[in-house]
């Protein structure tokens, strides 16, 4: 990072390639949007370039990142409540039981591959709808395993609210995919 | 452990933040709650779920992409809202600066002139305050200066001309044409002296101006 922030080009190319993965999935998880994951990441990084005078050694260089990616989410998160173009509660449901059927019936001869996808897909908009605060943490706890204390530096709250947060979030993603496992489960 | 205690454990058991303590005795109550045991079971398959999600590759020209559009941020840094010239700041102290001005001008301007540079005047004396009707004032406009109630000249008149102060305009207009409106008769019998007041000829009435 200190090279980037004398304008090496090299080391900047260096930090996107080296964290771009992470970024993009944890965006893309949050957000369930891969096409617009790959903007929002290409902006995080565009950011860091901005603002690399600003970062402070001693600083973890993954929260930094990590917090101007979840900032960027939610920002875009919020963009799309105000436009009610967002997945409704309703809709997920209605894909949920029609997943859950599909993969109960396996005379419909759908391949394990693509019952896998699907069953990826479920999962991915369940966590879409998730409220946005609860949703965060658990993606970064989650699915990027972050440690409870730097969840809290990235969100910017108590260890003791992340805790009660991702309580909350797995809760709450279990009642989502209860459908889901329980259907899966009968012969 | 009730039920309660044990589902509340749930989270800190699938971190494995758990003492040995508490996972015995969750299992010891998951050995009699079938209730409890469904749950969690419910609960790590739905995060194991979670946690075995594909990641998301990154777009191949993500590198070359962040790049390109860092080095145009870099050729214009205005336009993604490096420090540039505070603006903003700047035209509020400004606006702060000429409304303070406008407030506090005639203070400052009365002060500024030093008091040593001022000549000394004598008081002049005071002037008797004219009352004209309105529909006379034009007519007036067109004789010699103005004549007191009683007929003779108004003393003020002279002592304005002889003031030294006199000499420097007051104004970049000529004003020596101009017309006096007393608009509120009774606030100026207010003031008057007394011998002015026992005359009945002069009668204020309300003046009516119109553009």
New interface residues.
């Given amino acids: 990072m200190a090279r980037v922030a004398v304008?090496d080009?090299r080391a900047?190319?260096e930090l996107?390639?080296r964290f771009?993965?992470r970024?993009?999935?944890l965006i893309?998880?949050v957000l369930n949007d891969?096409e617009c994951?790959?903007d929002l990441?290409?902006e995080v990084?565009?950011r860091v370039?901005?603002h690399r005078r600003n970062y402070r050694h001693g600083a973890k260089l993954s929260t930094w990142l990590f917090t101007i990616a979840a900032n960027l989410a939610k920002n875009e998160i919020r963009r799309r409540v105000r436009r009610r173009n967002w997945f409704s509660l309703d809709a997920l449901q209605e894909l949920v039981s029609d997943s859950a059927i599909q993969l109960a019936d396996p005379t419909e001869g759908q391949e394990i591959t693509l019952e896998r996808e699907q069953?990826?897909e479920a999962?991915?908009r369940a966590?879409a709808t998730v409220p946005e605060k609860y949703r965060l943490a658990?993606v970064l706890r989650?699915?990027e395993g972050l440690a409870y204390e730097e969840i809290a530096a990235v969100i910017g709250i108590p260890g003791g609210t992340v805790?009660s947060r991702?309580?909350r979030a797995?809760?709450m993603?279990?009642r989502k995919?209860?459908p889901l496992?329980?259907k899966a489960d009968t012969p | 452990m009730i039920c309660v205690q044990a589902r509340r454990l749930?989270?800190a058991c699938?971190d494995d933040e758990i003492t040995q303590a508490e996972r015995e005795s969750l299992e010891a109550h998951f050995a009699s709650c079938a209730g409890c045991r469904e749950e969690y079971d419910?609960?790590s398959?739905?995060?194991e779920?979670?946690?075995t999600?594909?990641?998301?590759?990154?777009?191949p020209d993500?590198?070359e992409?962040?790049?390109a559009?860092?080095r145009r941020?870099?050729a214009a840094?205005d336009r993604?809202?490096?420090p540039g010239f505070p603006w903003v700041p700047v035209t509020a102290s400004t606006a702060l600066v000429a409304v303070a001005f406008t407030v506090f001008s005639p203070w400052l301007v009365g002060r500024t002139v030093p008091v040593a540079l001022r000549p000394a005047r004598t008081p002049a004396p005071i002037v008797q305050p004219e009352l004209r009707q309105p529909g006379t004032l034009a007519s007036e406009t067109q004789g010699p200066e103005a004549q007191s109630p009683g007929g003779t000249t108004a003393p003020g008149r002279a002592a304005v001309v002889t003031d030294p102060l006199a000499a420097v305009p007051d104004s970049l207009f000529d004003h020596s044409e101009d017309i006096e409106f007393i608009l509120d008769p009774m606030t100026l019998r207010r003031g008057r002296p007394a011998a002015l007041r026992s005359n009945a000829s002069a009668k204020g009435q309300q003046a009516t101006i119109t553009f």
């Fill in positions: 304008d080009e900047f190319a996107v390639r771009q993965a970024v993009t999935n893309s998880r891969r994951a790959d990441a290409q990084f565009v370039f901005v069953l990826q999962v991915g966590i658990l989650d699915i805790r991702i309580n797995r809760s993603l279990k995919l209860q496992l329980k | 749930f989270g699938w419910l609960y398959r739905a995060l779920l979670v946690t999600l594909p990641r998301i590759e990154p777009a993500l590198i992409r962040a790049l559009r860092s941020v870099a840094p993604m809202g490096s």
